[in-house]
């Protein structure tokens, strides 16, 4: 029988949409402490850093075609490092409960008795559009939102019915699937010539912005490359004025 008080324990931590600086202090403290740091694609390599030297980084991001896989791997380290008594990081790009199975990893964890603290993170469906010009609301253009997962929706074009009346809608790992995204959503009554926007490397240097609309979209008339969030909805035409203001004013000092 294993003696669940020798058992070490999992943090949950969200690393942010990307630039390293977005990190909460929570996140870098604890990282300081742990043992064994399990990391994801999306995490920003100069994150790292904050782990102590003496920790074990091991990479498990998933690729397509092979999630569960690498899924049921992860669990297993998890479960593995903690049973040594070992304080494990799941470090996730974004916030670890949003489209990050984290909540699953969560509670496998409960159930093998494994202590779990959740430290959230920055997730990249509101700080990127934000820092590339596009607030998600804005009084008289938009009052609500709704983050959707991109990539679990192919071939199921009726479950974009219910995203009609929401004002903007901000889509995570939808660059694959966006021309079918766009289809469903035009055919759900959503307008064709609604505004789009796909903030590429969002946070990071180097990051893009390409703007068009769902009927463009749809047609498969945008050269995008992931990783990227699209973005839907009227606020997109704002960037134009936020942009102008920051021509304005020059660079920072």
């Known amino acids: 029988m294993r003696d669940d008080s020798k058992t070490g324990k999992l943090y949950l931590i969200g ?53 569960e896989r690498a899924q049921n791997e992860i669990f297993e380290l998890i479960r593995r490092h ?52 596009i607030p998600l609301t804005y009084r008289g253009v938009s009052q609500s939102f709704v983050i959707i997962t991109g990539h679990c929706h192919e071939g199921r074009s009726d479950e974009w019915r219910r995203y009609v009346e929401v004002d903007t809608l901000v889509v995570l790992m939808g660059v694959r699937n966006r021309e079918f995204i766009a289809r469903s959503l035009i055919a759900a009554g959503r307008r064709p010539e609604e505004p789009v926007a796909f903030v590429m490397r969002g946070t990071m240097a180097g990051e893009q912005v390409a703007e068009s609309t769902l009927e463009d979209v749809a047609a498969g008339r945008t050269d995008i490359q992931p990783p990227a969030v699209f973005v839907i909805g009227e606020v997109v035409r704002l960037r134009s004025k936020f942009r102008e203001s920051q021509r304005r004013r020059g660079p920072a000092l």
């Open 82 to 133: 903690a049973f040594r008594g070992q304080t494990v990081a799941r470090l996730k790009g974004g916030d670890p409960l949003v489209f990050g199975r984290g909540a699953e990893e969560w509670f496998l964890a409960l159930r093998d008795h494994i202590e779990v603290e959740v430290i959230p993170g920055v997730t990249s469906a509101i700080a990127v559009p934000g820092l590339a010009g």
């Open 15 to 67: 690393a942010g949409p990307g630039d390293p600086e977005l990190l909460t202090l929570k996140a870098v403290r604890v990282l300081g402490q742990c043992d064994v740091v399990l990391y994801d694609r999306l995490v920003n390599k100069a994150i790292l850093q904050h782990a102590k030297p003496s920790a074990e980084l091991i990479y498990v991001g998933k690729h397509p075609g092979e999630q």
